[in-house]
């Protein structure tokens, strides 16, 4: 009850309902999965990974090659600039989720035995370096930093798959180049 005091004396009020009200619908931004799934589905595509982010590595490259070029051009076009750096940028990014959402998540994996420390700390080592070139690739258009993440892709390469896995990417490789019979 609520208690007024008016010229004619005290007043005892009811309390009002409050007023129902639907509770916030929560907004949730859910951006789509860039890499594979994370259900342990068995399907891996690693070396198509590692291609992935050579390809990356490329934009990336040639970003840094065309910011440099427009920003010494005469009648810079700022337009084509921003475009560029965008793309730098957002390669940059594509190379640090995989790396962290399909490599660190999902297939490097902590060893069960001392015989795998070594091979396991190369390649978080290897996964480190290429996260922080991708970053330093963001902050510059210093090539160097393409070429360091590059490096670290390839030694991880070595570490992670067996002599008979890089001998069979390889000879895909070549097969997937290789011109059609007849069209030689």
């Known amino acids: 009850m609520i208690a007024l005091t008016t010229a004619l004396g005290p007043l005892l009020l009811p309390p009002a309902p409050l007023p129902v009200v639907a509770p916030p619908t929560p907004v949730v931004a859910v951006a789509p999965a860039p890499v594979h799934c994370q259900v342990p589905c068995g399907i891996y595509g690693d070396h198509l990974r590692v291609e992935a982010i050579r390809e990356d590595a490329a934009t990336i490259r040639k970003a840094m090659a065309q910011i440099t070029e427009l920003g010494n051009a005469d009648g810079t076009n700022f337009n084509q600039i921003v ?10 990014q594509k190379i640090q989720d995989q790396l962290s959402q399909y490599w660190l998540a999902q297939r490097i994996k902590k060893p069960s035995d001392e015989k795998g420390v070594q091979t396991y700390l190369g390649q978080l080592a290897c996964v480190h370096e290429m996260t922080v070139s991708a970053m330093k690739c963001k902050q510059t258009t210093d090539a160097s930093h393409v070429d360091n993440l590059l490096g670290a892709l390839e030694r991880l390469r070595g570490l992670y798959f067996s002599a008979e896995d890089l001998k069979e990417i390889r000879q895909h490789a070549l097969d997937s180049t290789a011109a059609p019979k007849g069209k030689r």
């Open 83 to 92: 475009r560029w750096v965008q793309t730098k940028d957002e390669h940059a």
